[in-house]
């Protein structure tokens, strides 16, 4: 079986199309910004961005219980200390997310 396995490796290996990789001029690169909310986990907080509205954001443990309930204002930025663990982060009208806190 490994003599099989080691035949099939190098034939997928030998058979291979080595791909082109080329530079994409500056004038056509895709500068996107997200003017969405966002939930970001980091060390010990969760970080909570109002996109261009305001937004409402409800964090909760992963056993489904209402932790927090935070308003934002428009482009306004709020972070929150946390412990360390999984949470689910749902912004009303958006998205859910879950975030980990390391």
């Known amino acids: 079986m490994k003599k099989v396995l080691a035949i099939l490796l190098v034939w ?5 199309v080595p791909m082109a990789v ?4 500056a ?15 980091g060390k ?5 961005i ?3 509205e ?3 954001f409800r964090l909760y443990s992963v056993t489904g219980q209402l932790l927090r309930t935070v308003k934002v204002s428009a482009q306004g ?15 009303a009208g958006h998205w859910s997310h879950k975030v980990v806190v390391k």
């Open 12 to 16: 997928c290996a030998a058979t291979a």
């Open 54 to 56: 305001d937004a409402t």
């Open 77 to 91: 930025r709020v972070t929150i200390d946390m412990t360390k663990g999984f949470y689910l982060v749902k912004c």
């Open 22 to 25: 080329q530079a994409v001029p």
């Open 44 to 48: 010990g907080t969760v970080t909570l």
């Open 50 to 52: 109002a996109g261009d």
């Open 27 to 41: 004038s056509s690169r895709i500068e996107t910004v997200s003017n969405e909310p966002q939930a970001l986990g």
